[in-house]
């Protein structure tokens, strides 16, 4: 099946600071998804984005599919940034997601 | 718009109890999915849904896993005998389509330990 290797698989930073989050996937998709899970454990949807470019507030993302990854930025980080940060994709119809391992991101104040 | 809803939020059983998770996903979607989630790990897909026809169970223990979605609508998934090593968070989540490309949304999961 389809590997997704997430790096860098922990991260820790201050308030205010910007950080890059990088997905890598092994084949072609037609689907990839960033989530975030907050400490209590919600998945929340941040981008569909299989290619291009997308923006949401302070967060950005990019997928580069003939290059087969993606990367997820974060800018001005505040705490409630913290939590871990998964990119999931699927390779054909049928939308079975393959997650990686996730990033863990603390931001301190 | 009401968000995918699970319930129990926690369970604690003791191991060869049954156990039963329930799911009611994002009114008008079509595809519903269980995932389960490890402890440091992503989720991993259990079962999917396409209104009432599990198209994709290739990952479901099914000596001991099972689930239905009536009626095309809420999902009930069912563990019976529970194991040890079935502590985990059980995710579920629901997207409109079945084309593939759609985003999923999750439900805040149940978190399910056994004694």
């Known amino acids: 099946g389809i590997q997704v290797e997430q790096s860098p698989p922990d991260l820790i930073l201050q308030e205010g600071a910007n950080s890059t989050l990088r997905c890598n996937f092994s084949d072609s998709v037609n689907n990839l998804q960033w989530f975030h899970q907050n400490p209590w454990g919600q998945l929340i949807n941040l981008f569909y984005i299989p290619s291009g470019t997308k923006q949401n507030g302070r967060l950005s993302a990019t997928t580069v599919a003939t290059e087969r990854y993606s990367l997820l930025y974060i800018s001005s980080s505040q705490t409630t940034d913290s939590g871990v940060y998964f990119c999931a994709v699927s390779k054909a119809a049928g939308n079975k997601l393959t997650f990686g391992g996730g990033t863990r991101v603390l931001v301190k104040p | 718009e009401a968000g995918v809803v699970q319930s129990p939020r926690y369970k604690i059983i003791e191991k060869k109890q049954p156990v039963a998770f329930w799911c009611n996903p994002i009114s008008g979607h079509n595809t519903l999915y269980w995932y389960l989630q490890n402890l440091g790990q992503g989720p991993e897909l259990l079962i999917r849904y396409e209104n009432e026809e599990a198209v994709d169970d290739s990952q479901l223990p099914k000596d001991r896993f099972s689930a239905e979605r009536l009626k095309g609508v809420d999902s009930t998934l069912k563990i019976q005998p529970a194991e040890l090593g079935d502590s985990a968070v059980y995710l579920c989540?629901?997207?409109?389509?079945?084309?593939?490309?759609?985003?999923?949304?999750f439900g805040p999961g149940t978190r399910l330990t056994v004694l």
């Open positions: 989540a629901s997207s409109l389509g079945t084309s593939g490309t759609d985003t999923q949304y």
